[in-house]
């Protein structure tokens, strides 16, 4: 399948036949990680107060959105120190509006992946509150005494929540359109 893609590939540009293990890596931790936090957001927010999976729900959001925060900044890292090119990692004989589609996507994606722990971070922390790890380690509150209200990083991290669900499904069809009409190696190419 890969060679008949090379027929159409421009002489100057190469392509590589899969992402790296790292970039596959990273993509699917963050992914699900991402689309786990959304999902148990909207579930959680929901719960009455005295709901028996209430605290589990919220203890359990605030950690796995730390550590959705820890992964989606190690992503970045490596998505800089990588050596291949734009052009390599995308299947070849790709219209230019859809590798600059994609990458838009990529760049909102990740982007979205960075702020929305951290206005999460902002609302445990609010109020000059200190957010204990475990009880053990503090985590300082980042902003200034009354500067924003609860309300104001509440309703920022649902709108950015909301924002994030909408790419995110925008950028799964995309895939599923790659993968079933045209049939061409998007998929393929980061899923193994
Ligand atoms: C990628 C990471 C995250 C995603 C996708 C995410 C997603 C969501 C969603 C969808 C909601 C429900 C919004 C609503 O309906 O009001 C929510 C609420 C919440 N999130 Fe996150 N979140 C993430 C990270 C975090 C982190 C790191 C923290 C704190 C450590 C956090 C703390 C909270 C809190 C306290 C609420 C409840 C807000 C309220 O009172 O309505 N989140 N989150
Ligand atoms: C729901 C399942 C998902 C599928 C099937 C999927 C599929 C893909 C595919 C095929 C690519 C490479 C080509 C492209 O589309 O541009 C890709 C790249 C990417 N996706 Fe996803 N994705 C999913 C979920 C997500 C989620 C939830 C996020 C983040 C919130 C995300 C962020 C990214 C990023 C940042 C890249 C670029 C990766 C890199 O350059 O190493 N994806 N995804």
Redesign the pocket.
């Known amino acids: 399948m890969q060679n008949h893609h090379l027929a159409n590939q421009p002489l100057n540009v190469k392509s590589t036949d899969t992402y790296d293990i790292w970039s596959k890596l990273f993509h699917w931790i963050s992914g699900t990680?991402?689309l786990l936090?959304?999902s148990?957001?909207?579930y959680?927010?929901g719960l009455d107060y005295y709901d028996k999976n209430y605290n589990l729900a919220?203890t359990s959001?605030?950690?796995?959105?730390?550590l959705?925060?820890l992964f989606?900044l190690a992503q970045l890292c490596w998505l800089f120190i990588r050596k291949t090119r734009t052009a390599e990692r995308f299947v070849p004989g790709l219209p230019k509006w859809q590798l600059v589609a994609a990458q838009i996507m990529h760049i909102g994606l990740l982007i979205?992946?960075l702020l929305?722990?951290v206005?999460?971070?902002m609302?445990?922390t609010s109020n000059s509150q200190e957010?204990f790890i475990f009880d053990l380690f503090p985590l300082p509150a980042v902003l200034p005494e009354n500067l924003v209200s609860d309300s104001m990083v509440?309703c920022l991290?649902?709108s950015l929540?909301?924002t994030?669900?909408c790419l995110a499904l925008l950028h799964l069809f995309a895939a599923l359109k790659h993968h079933f009409i045209d049939k061409d190696d998007t998929l393929r190419r980061i899923l193994f």
Not at 61 to 66: S, T
């Open positions: 990680l991402i936090l959304l148990l957001g909207f959680m927010t919220y959001h605030k950690y796995l959105g730390l959705a925060l989606g979205m992946i929305i722990p206005s999460g971070y609302i445990i957010f509440v991290h649902f929540a909301y994030t669900a």
